[in-house]
């Protein structure tokens, strides 16, 4: 299709009861080879469940995305980037059961693309549009967001697809990337050189097990809620990092936060496995900026003196859960901690002077 076609005329937008008592063993055998094979059929019933629904996936009717389904969904004409003509540059066709979106590769001028809920597992077309903006591919079938290169793309939206890799995001001019809701075990593959402008990275209700391996000294912004998460590791490189989301995981001690998390304002660990204030509270001292937390939902939440145990530790803090400490609070915790520093030096000073006896 010439560029002149593309401009034209178009427009926007998932009992058996155990048998068998005491009087007959053969009973009893045959109602435990029953159950046996009933717990065997459920099995199977299970796998062909499962194949069914593989089956199904591949069964997808072939739906690829016209011409005229194109026209009908194009709109905002902009100048072009050499400033000679005019195109349409936003093209929405969400919800439309496409499998196919290979003929895109024609409509190099389009910058904001929305191609979400449909069938889709290959976007590589898109990788011909150079002057994209904003990428929207939620609720489709990918299981990778490879791309190449798209020198202006800054935002990319994948939520709700069978991702499982990081590898291949390499987009100089990205800034916020969502990937919410797939398959990802583990963070590989995210070059700091080729993500330098990423500030926003989302992978709530994913598979990880652990917060490392994101190494992008500009990020400020990091979601990891709803993932199997059991330990805070690897962080030293997120010297940019302003909020960090880790509600619904399964973190029972905080030893992974380090002072080189200079600018961390924000931590929500609600819904975790966090025991004791004193124990583990103490170890975000070391957090220069932390301003507001949330341990609401964790067993630690239930301890006496709750709020006043977490000031004390953290005296900076400004918030905890919904609600701001009041003065009250703050002097009440300033004492208790400066007669507490007092009491250490005391006992310090005791020992001591028995050492020296």
Do not use: W
């Not at 290979?102 to 590589?124: E, G, P, T």
């Not at 709700?160 to 890799?165: A, G, L, P």
């Not at 070391?286 to 609401?296: D, G, Q, T």
């Amino acid at each position: 299709m010439s560029d002149q076609e593309e401009t034209l005329g178009m427009d926007e937008e998932e009992t058996q009861e155990e048998g068998g008592g005491e009087e007959e063993a053969g009973d009893q055998e045959e109602a435990e080879n029953e159950q046996e094979e009933d717990i065997d059929f459920e099995e199977e019933k299970e796998l062909g469940e499962e194949e069914e629904q593989k089956e199904e996936e591949e069964k997808v009717p072939e739906n690829p995305l016209t011409e005229e389904a194109v026209a009908e969904s194009l709109s905002l004409l902009c100048k072009t980037g050499d400033g000679l003509s005019h195109a349409y540059v936003r093209l929405d066709v969400h919800e439309k059961e496409l499998t196919n979106i290979s003929i895109l590769k024609s409509f190099i001028h389009l910058r904001y693309v929305d191609v979400s809920k449909n069938n889709l597992k290959d976007l590589s077309s898109l990788s011909a549009l150079t002057h994209l903006l904003t990428l929207k591919a939620d609720y489709n079938m990918l299981s990778s967001v490879r791309l190449e290169e798209m020198p202006f793309l800054q935002v990319a939206s994948f939520n709700f697809n069978k991702i499982n890799t990081l590898e291949g995001v390499s987009h100089p001019m990205l800034e916020h990337l969502c990937l919410n809701n797939n398959e990802i075990t583990e963070i590989s593959g995210l070059d700091e050189a080729k993500l330098a402008r990423l500030h926003t990275l989302e992978l709530r209700g994913n598979k990880l097990k652990t917060t490392g391996g994101v190494h992008l000294p500009n990020l400020k912004n990091l979601f990891m809620a709803a993932n199997t998460i059991d330990k805070v590791e690897d962080m030293e490189s997120l010297k940019s990092l302003t909020t960090f989301h880790l509600r619904d995981n399964q973190i029972e001690n905080l030893d992974g936060f380090t002072d080189k998390l200079s600018l961390l304002q924000y931590i929500n660990l609600r819904g975790n496995n966090i025991t004791s204030v004193k124990e583990q509270v103490p170890k975000m001292a070391c957090l220069p900026m932390l301003r507001a937390l949330v341990l609401f939902e964790n067993p630690a939440h239930e301890e006496d003196e709750y709020r006043l145990e977490v000031l004390i530790a953290l005296r900076k803090l400004e918030r905890l859960d919904k609600d701001e400490y009041s003065e009250e609070e703050r002097n009440e915790a300033e004492e208790i901690y400066e007669q507490r520093l007092k009491e250490d030096a005391e006992r310090e000073n005791e020992d001591n002077s028995d050492e020296d006896d």
